[in-house]
């Protein structure tokens, strides 16, 4: 008897092939930035990096960015990460900085051993503003003796696992510091005007340092990074979408629908209802091997195969 | 909720793909062993005569008495019974429902390994064959003598089974297909093919005997009895007995059509394991082109599988045909048509093998519903619960994927090493010289490595 997914590849042969690999890099790109944004989510609850604890805040270690201009070799310094009370508050204090030289650095989404340190910026709104309130930026500024600290607080609570890493630049000279002082410590809130960076707007040559906070993947034991598969029409986008995993590993991925409809995981038999036009996560341990269909209950569509290799 | 048609599939889920390590170990093994072969021949035949020795009296009458016969029977009507009203009346979720997991594994899939195990094991519970004799022994009762029946034409031999073997194998896989999708047969279309099948075999049983059509026509009895010739025990002339292992499968093929039955039952195996890998490319080729010159969906994909299928009887023939013809050429070697017969048995094996490659885990999984919730919910309706399991499910955890793994490889090495001995036995029995018997066998060694190789390779590209 052969597993009536078999089926799968040869439905729709009458779609151009152009069409599918439009889809296809379509849903990729979808899917690797809602990866990167929603990256892992299961981390912190797992413990996986090292400076988390059970109320969500997060520290990691600066170190030096691979290709920072010369003169940091003895950067130390640390970033806390503070979830509280439905906002969120960031602490940088650092060490083995230039003379009073002005800095500035922003909360990434991902983790310092991307080729990017950091990968993009991190967002509330994954479509909205690359200003603040919609990302977390901060301004430094070192003393005569190389020490600088910041604080910065947003009313916002960056969700659990999306909080990847702090990166420290040099300060561009076209931005405009903002402050505005809130107890004894100086909240400084960084603003662009007019002409802003892209992301292509920090070079390397600018980066300085980057400190972990939940962005680690792969070198992380148990890391799980949630996949999304997004359907529309009913149908998946890109076609059927395969997510591999070792045995122990997380399951970690995302449906997004536009059809309400219930996603049901064979093998493991889990069953999870998705509303029109919303979203729903699965997350469980890969503990049975073998290869296993996700798919739209109701309309017998299958979305996704998970492989689950020993 | 659901009123949309079901989409489980009657597996939920999947062998993960022999990775390449495990097959490139599992080809030396078998090129290594079939060199050793060569060298390490026999002179004598071994499995000619399987000295065939009865166990005690007490064994044969308790096991082979009327009373457990006539339960068995019964079992085996019953469990018919329960598979056609499922299937006409139950669910049409393929995995809630009893009739297609019966059918489709505990019998197809239980039986060629337990007939290896205990013997011929589906004779007693075979429910056509109980029907047939109570039909039989009630003639006699009423009429006084024996019913009248036509002679079987000999010829036919067991080509009847040969073709109902494939045509299983096509309803099972490629008659289930709906839109351009393989869905897998459904349960009402499985209760009316047994219910169908069911009267086709009782109306044979009426022409040519029940015993006589068990023997050749009944595919189910013959496919089943075929895998028990590997085993040891067998019943003779009543009694029970221990013979020695594979000797008995010597002489199976003699009967006409025998040879269409092994090769079909290969055939029928690579072509389910090859639909989601070796072919797959293939089969999506052709497909568009049938639906390219107007085919509709569901017609196209049947005809493309049909033919595939056919492909896959026509390669597995060849390939054999071909080891037979190189035989031929051996000084001293006898007919093209002793040949051809003479060592269809030492596919035997690799047939099993096969099977045990591409379905040890689905049995292992599927037969943990079948004693569970199947029995006690055999509608799938939630209608009942008649041993309190009807809410137990499938623990996947029981074998991991690496046991799996060397199940599917170690099968195909055994099966081809049982199947080098069995050939190069019988080559003995037709070359006076023994060298001349051991050169044949480099024909029968090509094709024995190439159905074990092939069969590697299809583990390895399955769902790849």
């Known amino acids: ?310 | 909720m659901t009123v949309l048609p079901f989409a489980h599939a009657l597996v939920a889920r999947e062998d993960l793909p022999v990775p390449a390590w495990l097959f490139a170990w599992g080809a030396s093994i078998v090129l290594i062993v079939s060199f050793f072969a060569l060298s390490a021949g026999w002179r004598r035949p071994r499995f000619e005569e399987d000295r065939w020795r009865p166990l005690g009296a007490g064994v044969s009458r308790a096991l082979l008495g009327w009373p457990l016969q006539a339960l068995c029977g019964l079992v085996g009507v019953l469990l018919l019974g329960v598979a056609v009203y499922a299937g006409l009346r139950g669910t049409e979720a393929p995995d809630r429902n009893f009739a297609l997991t019966f059918i489709f594994v505990t019998v197809w899939l239980g039986f060629p390994l337990l007939s290896v195990l205990l013997g011929d094991v589906f004779r007693p519970f075979n429910p056509w064959r109980a029907l047939g004799r109570t039909a039989g022994a009630l003639f006699r009762t009423v009429a006084g003598q024996p019913a009248a029946r036509l002679a079987y034409p000999q010829r036919l031999g067991r080509w009847p089974a040969a073709i109902g073997l494939m045509a299983f194998v096509w309803l099972e896989i490629v008659y289930g297909s709906s839109g351009g999708v393989v869905v897998g047969v459904d349960p009402h279309a499985a209760g009316v093919a047994a219910l169908v099948y069911s009267v086709y075999t009782l109306a044979m049983m009426a022409l040519f005997g029940v015993e006589e059509w068990c023997e050749r026509g009944e595919f189910l009895s013959v496919y089943f009895g075929m895998f028990s010739q590997l085993g040891s025990f067998a019943v003779k002339g009543g009694r029970l007995g221990v013979r020695r292992p594979l000797a008995a499968a010597s002489h199976w093929a003699t009967v006409p059509g025998s040879t269409a039955v092994v090769i079909a039952s290969i055939a029928t195996t690579s072509f389910d394991g090859a639909g989601e890998g070796a072919f797959k490319g293939g089969i999506e080729w052709l497909f568009e082109r049938f639906i390219d010159a107007g085919l509709g969906l569901t017609f196209a994909l049947r005809l493309t599988d049909t033919i595939f299928m056919a492909l896959c009887f026509a390669g597995v023939g060849l390939v054999y045909l071909l080891g037979v013809r190189g035989m031929r050429t051996i000084h001293g070697a006898p007919s093209l048509a002793t040949l051809r017969s003479g060592f269809a048995h030492a596919l035997i094996p690799i047939a099993f093998a096969y099977l045990v490659a591409h379905y040890f885990s689905q049995v292992v999984f599927l037969e943990q519903a079948q004693f569970t919730y199947l029995l006690s919910d055999p509608l799938g309706t939630a209608s009942t619960d008649l041993f309190g399991t009807a809410s137990s499910g499938i623990d996947f955890k029981v074998i991991s994927a690496t046991t799996i793994w060397y199940v599917q490889v170690g099968a195909l090495v055994v099966g081809h090493v049982v199947g080098l001995v069995l050939a190069h036995d019988r080559a003995l029995v037709y070359w006076r010289d023994y060298r001349d018997a051991t050169r044949s066998q480099y024909w029968m060694l090509a094709v024995m490595v190439a159905f074990t190789c092939f069969g590697l390779y299809l583990l390895s590209v399955a769902n790849a």
């Not at chain 1, 405009?176 to 662009?192: K, L, N, P, Q, R």
């Not at chain 1, 892209?198 to 996949?227: P, R, V, Y």
């Open chain 1, 1 to 310: 008897m052969r597993a009536h997914g078999a089926g799968k590849v040869r439905r729709r042969a009458h779609a151009s092939i152009e069409e599918e690999m439009t889809l296809n890099k379509h849903a990729k790109r979808v899917a690797t930035l809602l990866a990167a944004l929603a990256a892992t989510g299961a981390l912190a609850a797992c413990g996986g990096s090292g400076g988390s604890d059970d109320d969500g805040t997060v520290s990691g270690q600066f170190e030096p960015v691979e290709g920072a201009p010369g003169g940091y070799a003895n950067l130390t310094g640390e970033a806390t990460l503070e979830r509280a009370d439905g906002g969120t508050e960031i602490s940088i204090s650092l060490d083995g900085l230039k003379f009073d030289t002005a800095y500035e650095g922003h909360l990434h989404s991902g983790g310092c051993d991307q080729a990017d340190p950091g990968g993009p910026h991190f967002k509330f709104d994954p479509s909205g503003s690359e200003e603040p309130p919609n990302e977390i930026h901060f301004d430094l500024v070192s003393n005569g003796e190389g020490e600088g600290t910041a604080k910065v607080s947003s009313k916002r609570e960056v969700p659990q696992g999306e909080a990847g890493s702090i990166v420290l630049h040099l300060a561009a000279e076209d931005d405009e510091v903002s402050s505005s002082a809130t107890g004894d410590e100086v909240e400084t809130v960084f603003v662009h005007e007019g002409e802003h960076h892209d992301d292509e707007g920090h070079g390397a040559e600018d980066e300085i340092a980057c400190a972990e906070l939940e962005g680690g993947s792969g070198a992380t034991a148990g890391a799980a990074t949630e996949k999304t598969v997004v359907v529309e029409n009913g149908e998946p986008v890109g076609g059927v979408q395969e997510l591999e995993y070792s045995a122990g590993e997380e399951i970690a991925f995302r449906v997004e629908s536009d059809v309400a409809d219930e996603i049901h995981v064979h093998g493991y038999d889990l069953m999870k209802d998705v509303p029109a036009g919303g979203s729903i996560s699965f997350s469980f341990p890969a503990e049975i091997e073998g290869i296993f269909e996700v798919e739209l209950e109701g309309r017998a569509e299958q979305i996704a195969e998970i492989r689950v290799n020993p």
